[in-house]
């Protein structure tokens, strides 16, 4: 027992370095493994943190953004209502539609007589027969056709001859004077060329007139006359036997039924005519001209609000978004114990968030763009559209780069502040516009009137409430600062060439153009053989599209007003939801943290 005791002594004695140096490494390995452990265990719980709250970053980002375009698509038709009552292409449309076309050469209307003959509808005027016939109108129907008079559509053309060069009443103006004594007969060489030439003749409308009534009525003087000189009915034979006595009896008529102010009146009455139809051409170019820039003024104003809105919509939402994010954080790391004491020091800056009131207040300043903003950016696009599109007429043909200079000179009178009145005239300065008076009030009594006219408070109430609520003023000064700033005017810029290209885009067709920037198939050139088929000339019509007429323009532009107001899918909003400087400027917005 003793011997064995003392050997492990001696043997432990002889090898008691081995023993320490070995404990030792064992237990520096432990206590470092131990270490490690617990590290690596940290990193990874900071690494999952920092993906949990990436993660909760990202989410909450893109729902905002979401929640930006769907109030944007809620906001859209309060807008529209308006938008499209001032500017009504529509009623343009039907007072165009509904206004008479003026009557330039409209057939006179078919009469009947009892006698069941009628008038040619496609004659323009009657035309008289010899004055034989006329003298026998009475007695012998059947050799005579029956007459009408012109309508009155025929009497209030143009070209209906004025006073001055009207002729004398009379039935043949080309008819020989009767000459007292002359009773001889006179040959038929004579006879026929007269006839031909009176038939071939004009005869005056107040004529037409009179011989209408003689017809109709049967009270005219030819009759009369007829009657008297001879009781009984005479034949064709003795007719022609005494020639001179129907030729007395054809000037005799016009002279017994005609009346001499006739001519007169009918030139009144066609000069009126005249007026009236001058006035409704003038009244109807004045549609027209009010239908191109009224449609143009509708459409550019529609993209230039869906861009502003939009605008203002991401920066007022993401502004309570970061606020709300914040609140989110602190309230999950105040739910761990280890975080809560870890990062207390560090928490305690953060603010609490916006309460419920004033994200309320703060959203009802977009009531300002809805309600006034839009209507002094529609009288803004509307006096840069006149001034573009005036000089054109409806019928001018354009080519889509016509289009697009025509828009781009109204751009820039649009997007641009008029230089000051003190600047020099030889270098004026047009300064780039960010719109701030049209997005949000300027001054405390705007400010007031947006409370009181959205009925988020009353009068008195607003003014305590801006002037003691610091946080919605720090809003509101926040919200002015980046309207000001200049990476807003280059995403505006940016958002406002996106929408135009939509607009030109769905244009292409009609230019014969397509979306993907080629030439509509419908446009081909021929090659002249087939050792010529490799090279062909790029035309105009290849390189720009063909060129239509302005008036043909108006429905298709009128159309994408109503697109990007009331669309759906509206691919305006899609285009602007889709930009990436617009999530990045939103994204700066989002996570620019600060303390209010």
Not at 40 to 61: G, H, M, T, Y
Not at 521 to 543: D, G, H, K, V
Request: proline content about 6%.
């Amino acid at each position: 027992m003793t011997s064995w005791w003392r050997k492990t002594s001696r043997y432990l004695s002889s090898h008691s370095n081995f023993f320490v140096i070995t404990g030792g490494l064992v237990g520096g390995a432990y206590l470092v493994s131990q270490y490690a452990i617990s590290k690596f265990q940290q990193i990874q719980e900071k690494l999952v943190n920092d993906k949990n709250a990436k993660e909760n970053l990202r989410r909450r980002f893109a729902q905002n953004q979401e929640d930006c375009t769907f109030t944007v698509l809620a906001l859209l038709p309060t807008l529209g209502d308006q938008l499209f009552s001032k500017h009504n292409v529509e009623e343009l449309t039907e007072s165009l539609r509904s206004q008479a076309a003026p009557p330039v050469a409209a057939p006179p209307p078919v009469e009947h007589f009892d006698s069941g003959t009628s008038i040619d509808p496609q004659e323009e005027q009657p035309k008289p027969s010899d004055s034989t016939s006329e003298a026998l109108q009475s007695s012998v129907p059947e050799t005579t056709p029956a007459t009408t008079a012109p309508s009155s559509e025929q009497q209030s053309t143009p070209a209906e001859p004025t006073d001055a060069d009207a002729p004398s009443p009379q039935l043949n103006p080309l008819a020989k004077s009767f000459v007292p004594g002359n009773f001889g007969a006179p040959s038929s060489s004579e006879i026929a060329p007269a006839t031909s030439e009176i038939d071939s003749s004009p005869v005056p409308e107040a004529t037409h007139q009179a011989a209408e009534t003689v017809v109709a009525n049967g009270t005219g003087s030819e009759t009369a006359v007829s009657s008297k000189e001879s009781p009984t009915p005479q034949t064709f034979a003795e007719v022609a036997a005494k020639p001179a006595e129907p030729v007395q009896q054809a000037e005799q008529a016009p002279k017994d039924a005609l009346v001499p102010t006739q001519p007169k009146n009918s030139h009144l009455d066609a000069q009126e005519q005249r007026n009236k139809i001058l006035a409704d051409r003038q009244a109807k170019l004045r549609l027209w001209n009010d239908l191109k820039l009224t449609s143009f003024t509708r459409t550019i104003t529609s993209l230039y609000c869906v861009v502003l809105l939009t605008l203002q919509t991401h920066i007022q939402l993401n502004l309570i978004g970061r606020f709300a994010y914040l609140a989110s954080v602190e309230a999950l790391a105040r739910e761990s114990d280890d975080a809560a004491n870890s990062h207390s020091a560090s928490l305690s800056h953060l603010s609490p968030g916006l309460d419920h009131d004033t994200e309320r207040l703060y959203l009802t300043f977009s009531w300002w763009f809805l309600h006034q903003g839009w209507d002094q950016l529609s009288d803004r696009v509307s006096i840069a559209i006149e001034k573009a599109f005036s000089p054109l007429s409806v019928k001018a043909q354009l080519s889509m780069a016509d289009l697009r200079a025509l828009l781009n000179d109204a751009r820039y009178l649009i997007e641009h502040d008029a230089p000051a009145a003190h600047q020099s005239v030889e270098q004026p300065t047009w300064k780039r516009s960010n719109f701030m008076d049209i997005l949000f009030p300027n001054s405390i009594e705007d400010e007031v009137d947006v409370l009181v006219g959205a009925g988020a408070l009353d009068a008195d109430t607003a003014h305590l409430a801006l002037a003691t609520n610091h946080k919605l003023r720090a809003l509101l000064d926040e919200t002015k600062d980046i309207i000001e700033s200049q990476d807003f005017v280059t995403i505006l810029a940016l958002c406002i060439d996106r929408v135009f290209e939509t607009f030109f885009d769905s244009l292409n067709p009609t230019f014969g153009i397509q979306k993907t920037g080629k030439l509509d198939s419908t446009i081909q050139i021929e090659p002249l053989s087939a050792l010529e088929s490799r090279f062909q000339e790029i035309t105009e019509e290849m390189q720009h599209g063909k060129r239509v007429r302005l008036a043909s323009l108006f429905p298709l532009v009128s159309r994408q007003s109503q697109m990007a107001i009331r669309g759906v899918p509206n691919e305006y909003i899609e285009a602007l939801a889709d930009s990436k400087e617009l999530r990045a400027f939103s994204a700066v917005l989002y996570a620019a943290w600060s303390s209010l």
